[in-house]
């Protein structure tokens, strides 16, 4: 059963790029209510912690190095379906193959940096969200 919430990640480089209101704007545009949001940095533990079910691929080492070399804008969004409409709004991992009008089409500069993260299932947006804040940081 879908649920009505999803975690969203304002990535580093598109933090130091200033498209945070950018990528706001699309995300309140698509109809998500913004439930609980913060501007912090992650440390290179706490980045290797939140990623860790990567950590067996080639790329966590460098996965964990890019999302610790800056701030991030940690979001919880509310919306009906929202995961796989978020999903839908931020396109492909590849902004090369996202479509028009996605938040990775218009922001990401690389699969890499890709701008955004958005939960990929019900459970993980639960956890991602939990990740980063305490129940009495929200709703």
Do not use: C, W
Request: hydrophobic share 40%; aromatic share 10%.
């Amino acid at each position: 059963m879908a649920t009505n919430r999803t975690f969203t990640m304002v990535k580093p480089d598109a933090v130091e790029k200033n498209y945070i209101g950018g990528i706001l704007e699309k995300i309140n545009g698509a109809g998500y209510r913004i439930v609980a949001m913060k501007y912090t940095r992650l440390s290179a533990e706490q980045a290797g912690k939140f990623y860790e079910v990567h950590s067996e691929r080639p790329f966590y080492g460098e996965l964990v190095e890019y999302m610790s070399s800056g701030p991030i804008v940690a979001a919880i969004l509310e919306k009906d379906n929202a995961v796989a409409d978020f999903r839908t709004l931020i396109g492909a991992t590849d902004p090369a193959e996202a479509a028009e009008g996605t938040i990775r089409a218009a922001f990401a500069e690389s699969k890499a940096k890709n701008a955004v993260h958005g939960s990929d299932s019900d459970e993980n947006a639960a956890i991602e969200g939990n990740f980063f804040f305490s129940q009495v940081e929200r709703p």
